[in-house]
């Protein structure tokens, strides 16, 4: 009996620990970092770079919009995401834009 009664008490403990692990792993899940990592990884070959000619800019902004849309990817994390393909002077005025608002 008492046998039986260790073996429950290291199965609810088993329970336990594995209940605890996963909702840690939910948490970590839903971090923005994490979030942020996924959708990189995701994007990684599939975006290309923005290009410098002003009449295929609309048309690239058209194509990352519906990217965005296809993979689900979080609205708040659409401009951090694209930052790295932005062209030189897409850049330089995003930098520019930032510095003049702190």
Request: proline residues 5%; charged residues 30%; aromatic residues 4%.
């Amino acid at each position: 009996m008492k046998e039986r009664q260790d073996e429950m008490k290291l199965r609810e403990q088993e329970l336990e620990l594995k209940r605890v692990t996963a909702e840690r792993d939910e948490r970590y899940k839903e971090s923005p970092a994490v979030k942020l990592k996924l959708s990189g990884d995701v994007l990684c070959n599939t975006i290309s770079h923005m290009p410098n000619e002003p009449i295929e800019i609309v048309s690239w902004f058209i194509c990352l919009d519906c990217l965005f849309e296809q993979l689900n990817i979080p609205h708040n994390l659409c401009a951090i995401l694209m930052r790295p393909y932005l062209n030189e002077r897409a850049k330089n005025l995003l930098s520019h834009r930032l510095m003049t608002t702190r």
